[in-house]
């Protein structure tokens, strides 16, 4: 179960990790870059883009991080790693929410873009471009920082999925000495020397042949 648990969240966190760097990667580079180009030329690079990007490489991490995330979350509950599990529901629900952001914002943004036509054929790119750019923009951001605090909560659980497999073993360490270890020895029992209720420890006894001095 530990072992199963362990890949399930090691997988999730690569799964959410790349689609969080993809999408920042579009709002801190991509998009900036496009804000400076011509309007065919950013139509043209878009619908290019959301092209290519339907492959499995994409989305199955983008998929399947759902099913891996939800799948750790049943683990957690049912076995080990019961601190990690509010951690891993805040990052499920928020990937679900980037993953809503996705489907009814930004994939009909792309669909619009695409129904548009072929750039060179356009007779008014700057009005296509404009109904695009600005709110595709908006909500990649949206959704970058969505899936950038799911990523967080999820790698966050991994370390605290960590610490709880190495605690059985810090556990176990101040019972050692029950197994048969030595344990230290006392103080020395104390021996009655015959002046009362005191004593002294029975090593440390005068020999009987020394006396008291008077003065």
Request: aromatic residues 8%.
């Amino acid at each position: 179960m530990k072992t199963l648990q362990s890949g399930t969240l090691l997988a999730s966190v690569i799964a959410s990790g790349l689609m969080a760097g993809l999408f920042a990667a579009f709002a801190y580079a991509v998009m900036p870059g496009l804000r400076g180009t011509s309007d065919h030329t950013l139509v043209e690079t878009m619908q290019g883009i959301n092209r290519s990007i339907l492959n499995p490489v994409f989305m199955l991490p983008f998929m399947g991080s759902i099913p891996l995330i939800a799948l750790a979350v049943f683990l957690a509950w049912r076995g080990h790693g019961r601190p990690a599990l509010p951690w891993l529901v805040a990052a499920l629900v928020l990937y679900l929410i980037a993953f809503g952001v996705t489907v009814a914002f930004n994939v009909p943004l792309n669909d619009q873009l695409e129904r548009a036509g072929d750039p060179d054929s356009l007779p008014d790119p700057a009005a296509v471009r404009e109904r695009f750019e600005s709110a595709w923009v908006t909500w990649n951001i949206v959704r970058a920082l969505l899936h950038t605090a799911a990523f967080a909560c999820l790698a966050w659980t991994l370390v605290l999925h960590g610490a709880d497999r190495s605690a059985p073993g810090r556990a176990a360490a101040p019972t050692a000495h029950l197994s048969g270890a030595p344990l230290p020895a006392g103080p020395a029992p104390l021996a009655h020397d015959g002046r009362g209720t005191g004593g002294t420890p029975a090593g440390d006894r005068m020999p009987p042949h020394v006396g008291w001095s008077r003065s």
